[in-house]
């Protein structure tokens, strides 16, 4: 009698047991696939956030493609200053490969050169087409464009070396320029390299004020301002390797 007894009550503590592991196994089956669901929804957030980093970057390029036409179509309305931004951007992007930078940096550079005046769109007309001497009200309207500029890239946040450059590019290396009188290597290279190739096609333009200076005349007035207001060095390379540079099989570009 005692055996059946033990015997039914080791049955019902089996039968208990059974049920207790078939509950934890759905449990562990349960969690299993909720795993499998957080783990779908984690790689499809991840692909979410690619698309969505490379939206992000197609629109800012965008915006700066449409910043490049506003700077074209700003230049193209006065003659003295119409293809000055492409020259500029042209002997700045050679002028940074003969200074030996990367890749990167030289399109950086290029694309500032190319922007570099976008802030003259806030100066009026009347001050920019000025044909004698500006008064010092109009200089300092004029002397604003810089940070115009870089205002007007700075939402770019891949563009944000090309920002310092618009900036920097009328700094001086004697520390003499604007708007932050930086000098010396202080001043962003690309704003260095941007300062002497807008001298040099502003000195080889024709100006509504005086006539274009011819190639020795330019280099002649820019090597007197070699480590004065301009990169000394850089401006060796200038002369050397990239305005007197015999033209290659393609000729210069
Ligand atoms: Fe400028």
């Not at 934890?24 to 991840?46: G, I, N, P």
């Amino acid at each position: 009698m005692a055996a059946d007894v033990a015997l039914s009550q080791a049955l019902a503590y089996a039968r208990d047991l059974r049920n207790l592991y078939e509950v934890t196994r759905a449990r562990e089956q349960e969690v299993e696939r909720a795993r499998d669901k957080l783990r779908a929804a984690y790689q499809q957030s991840l692909t979410y956030a690619v698309d969505l980093k490379k939206t992000h970057r197609k629109l800012q390029s965008s915006i700066l493609q449409s910043l490049l036409g506003l700077a074209n179509a700003l230049e193209a309305k006065d003659e003295y200053t119409r293809g000055h931004s492409d020259r500029v951007a042209t002997l700045a992007r050679r002028l940074a490969l003969a200074a030996g930078l990367g890749a990167r940096e030289v399109v950086t550079i290029a694309q500032s050169g190319l922007l570099h005046d976008l802030g003259k769109i806030a100066v009026p007309e009347r001050i920019l087409r000025k044909a004698g001497p500006l008064t010092d009200d109009e200089w300092q309207v004029m002397r604003r464009h810089p940070l115009t500029g870089a205002q007007i890239v700075a939402p770019l946040e891949f563009f944000a070396d090309g920002a310092l450059i618009v900036r920097h590019h009328h700094e001086r290396h004697d520390g003499s320029g604007y708007p932050d009188g930086l000098s010396g290597e202080t001043i962003p290279v690309g704003a260095r390299i941007i300062a002497i190739a807008d001298v040099y096609d502003a000195l080889t333009s024709d100006r509504p004020y005086r006539r274009a200076l011819d190639h020795r005349g330019a280099h002649e007035r820019m090597t007197a301002e070699a480590d004065h207001t301009l990169d000394g060095r850089l401006l060796g390379i200038f002369f050397d390797k990239v305005i007197d540079a015999p033209p290659g099989p393609s000729g210069r570009d």
